[in-house]
């Protein structure tokens, strides 16, 4: 029987424990979703861990709050809104399931009685079951809105509505703006003319006369060249067309761009007019300039600064339309077998493997034999030997007077020795045991 001695309360059952050890240990969330209720069948029931079940349930739905107790950081407060048209019955135990459906969760309460509206008594009755665990970092509350109730207090804790301070510095977002304080938190974060071309602050907005003046404070004229600044289009040759200059003195430290250059000075020996790209590290103590002849000849030169002295020689570059004819000979399929011979190179069309295919040759091989490749091209020999008689094993490659591959073993070993044979080259496979046979030789030829 209930008096003033019971005590009330709840504490997550053996199986949510494990539950939410397993949550803290993973540092995962663990979802708790709905309440039960009770009537313990009219008796006064006492929670245990090691309960699976309410003595009788008579009711079940999801929660619609879940919180740490202000009070105590090791205290779950589960909440839950019972509607008119739900009772008939008396709470006496509480439970919580979690997504899973675990009973995670046990506790009593002072018995209540819940009514109906048919009985001539109704109400919104509020339910909270305190739990005590050994951690709540983890523990989340997992509903459907559309289908828990809330009590006025939560309802009223989220319609506070802001001040004109709490509008103007933004920080705040646990109340409702209105149109009026919407306009206020707006107009307070509009940029002033100073801040706009300093264009520092990045906490303000723009009106279209801040982006105006910004922008003016930023573009550079047509011959600024301070770092920083924008450029309009066709400034120093970028993105229009380049920039023509008269009798520009290309030893003068000029910034980075691209010119088109009438009667220069100290340009490429004996070229005339043509474009000037000039590349500017820092103050032009390091520059590259490239100048490409305004001619039929095509003609392209380059020189660089590496100290704060002039600029170094002119060296002019090679392509295929200024290359000696004996050059572009080596450019030319039908001439590619005559510039090889004029330059004692032997090359064989395609290299290993080009054309070629792998040959079973044992037949016509044999031990301590020397042989020549005599294909004009590199061939791949590979040889399988095997001691057959209980001897050691020993077989050994040579490509002319070098051991290029080797395979010592015991009794009946197998092995696989292999090289590469240039053109003209000799080769060999000797054996040291009378008892290793040849199981095949294979040549890439």
């Not at 029987?1 to 009330?8: A, E, I, K, P, S």
């Not at 060249?225 to 009798?247: H, I, N, Q, W």
């Not at 490429?268 to 590259?288: F, I």
């Amino acid at each position: 029987m209930v008096d003033v001695n019971t005590q009330f309360g709840g504490f997550l059952t053996n199986l949510g424990a494990a539950k939410n050890a397993n949550a803290n240990a993973l540092g995962v969330p663990w979802k708790l979703t709905h309440m039960l209720i009770g009537d313990a069948n009219g008796g006064d029931p006492v929670p245990a861990p090691g309960q699976t079940a309410l003595v009788n349930q008579v009711y079940r739905a999801q929660l619609n709050q879940l919180y740490v107790s202000p009070t105590d950081a090791n205290v779950l407060i589960a909440e839950l809104v019972l509607p008119p048209n739900v009772g008939g019955w008396w709470i006496r135990e509480l439970a919580l399931e979690d997504e899973d459906g675990v009973f995670s969760a046990v506790a009593n309460c002072a018995p209540s009685y819940k009514p109906v509206l048919a009985q001539g008594s109704g109400r919104n009755q509020v339910v909270r079951m305190h739990v005590i665990t050994s951690g709540t970092a983890n523990i989340q509350l997992k509903i459907d809105p559309s289908v828990v109730l809330a009590t006025r207090a939560y309802v009223d804790g989220l319609t506070v509505r802001a001040t004109k301070d709490d509008a103007e510095q933004g920080t705040d977002d646990r109340k409702l703006m209105t149109p009026w304080r919407v306009w206020q938190a707006i107009t307070k974060r509009f940029s002033s003319q100073a801040q706009a071309e300093k264009g520092t602050d990045n906490s303000t907005a723009m009106t279209p006369l801040g982006v105006t003046q910004f922008l003016a404070s930023r573009i550079a004229g047509m011959t600024e060249a301070t770092p920083g600044k924008l450029m309009p289009v066709g400034f120093f040759g970028l993105g229009g067309s380049v920039v023509s200059l008269y009798e520009p003195d290309l030893n003068e430290d000029r910034p980075t761009g691209f010119f088109y250059c009438n009667s220069p000075l100290n340009q490429p020996p004996g070229s005339g007019n043509g474009w000037w790209n000039n590349y500017r590290l820092s103050n032009g103590e390091y520059a590259t300039q490239t100048y490409i002849e305004f001619s039929s000849e095509f003609r392209i030169f380059q020189r660089v600064r590496t100290s704060a002295e002039l600029p170094g020689k002119w060296e002019q570059l090679l392509h295929t339309g200024d290359i000696s004819a004996f050059i572009q000979s080596l450019f030319t399929v039908a001439d590619a077998a005559a510039a090889r011979h004029m330059l004692g190179v032997t090359v064989a069309d395609g290299g290993l493997g080009y054309a070629q295919t792998w040959q079973d040759v044992t037949a016509n091989r044999a031990w301590n034999t020397t042989y020549t490749n005599t294909t004009g091209k590199p061939i791949q020999v590979s040889v399988i030997a095997r001691d057959v008689n209980g001897g050691n094993l020993s077989v050994s490659l040579y490509v002319g007077s070098l051991k290029l591959a080797n395979y010592y073993h015991g009794a009946y070993a197998q092995a696989t020795v292999s090289a590469i044979v240039p053109p003209g080259a000799t080769y060999l496979v000797e054996r040291l045991d009378n008892n290793d046979v040849i199981l095949g030789w294979m040549e890439l030829r």
